[in-house]
């Protein structure tokens, strides 16, 4: 059963650098899906932010895509996700996720972290 | 990009009722593309459904899933106590944005 937990910061300045990091275990970041983000405000709904497949390609949800970065170290068999230009609006839980069965869906899930963007 | 819209809001049910939860999309998808998730307070959401219509690995026959095109529903024939939860709808793109949510059922206990 692949695991994933996700590690960084829980406070990040305004204007700053939102780093994280999703760790796989259980299984290798090389099989043959993609591995997400996915972020929760407190008390919303949930807003996807991109994904990456072992070979560096990547997706990001266009809204974001201009403050977003992921990226994959497969000798560290985990993922990560850097978002610039923070403002209040990014305090969120942030979830790492991956491919489900069959495609299409995400068939698993850390337990999320929040971070809260604040001086 | 693609509209997900989940009714009702709110749905207040007994234990032991069926729960009807709709999933309407803003265009007509491929109902490979349409899943469900479950979502307890203070957790990670949990994939029910994919594909509409198959149930995820350890995910009680009690959660169904139907539909087509632009309507889509997730049925739980008899609700027991640890159902009562927040229910997203999410259809997959096939440009970016890859994935996207419909704004919540919160299925709570009358």
Same mark, same amino acid.
């Given at each position: ?11 990040? !300045?305004?204007?700053? =650098?939102? #780093? ?7 299984? %290798?970041?090389?099989? *043959? ?31 974001? !895509?201009?403050?977003? =970065?992921? #990226? ?7 993922? %990560?996700?850097?978002? *610039? ?35 | ?110």
């Amino acid at each position: 059963q692949v695991q994933l937990q996700e590690s960084g910061p829980g406070l990040v !300045k305004p204007s700053g =650098t939102l #780093s994280l990091t999703c760790a796989v275990s259980g299984g %290798s970041i090389s099989n *043959n899906i993609w591995w997400s983000w996915v972020r929760q405000p407190p008390g919303k709904g949930l807003e996807w932010i991109g994904e990456i497949y072992h070979k560096g390609n990547t997706n990001y949800n266009p809204s974001l !895509k201009s403050r977003v =970065t992921i #990226s994959v170290d497969k000798s560290k068999n985990q993922f %990560s996700l850097n978002l *610039n230009s923070v403002t209040a609006a990014d305090t969120a839980v942030y979830y790492c996720a991956r491919e489900g069965r069959g495609g299409y869906n995400l068939g698993g899930w850390g337990q999320g972290t929040l971070v809260t963007v604040s001086s | 990009e693609i509209v997900l819209t989940q009714s009702p809001g709110t749905l207040s049910l007994s234990p032991g009722e069926r729960a009807t939860l709709s999933c309407r999309t803003s265009q007509s998808i491929s109902s490979s593309y349409l899943a469900w998730y479950q979502q307890k307070f203070g957790q990670a959401p949990r994939l029910l459904i994919y594909g509409a219509s198959s149930r995820a690995t350890g995910i009680p026959d009690r959660f169904s899933g139907s539909g087509s095109g632009t309507d889509f529903t997730l049925t739980i024939s008899r609700l027991e106590p640890e159902d009562f939860a927040v229910y997203y709808c999410q259809q997959y793109g096939t440009s970016p944005p890859r994935y996207t949510f419909g704004q919540g059922t919160n299925l709570e206990i009358k």
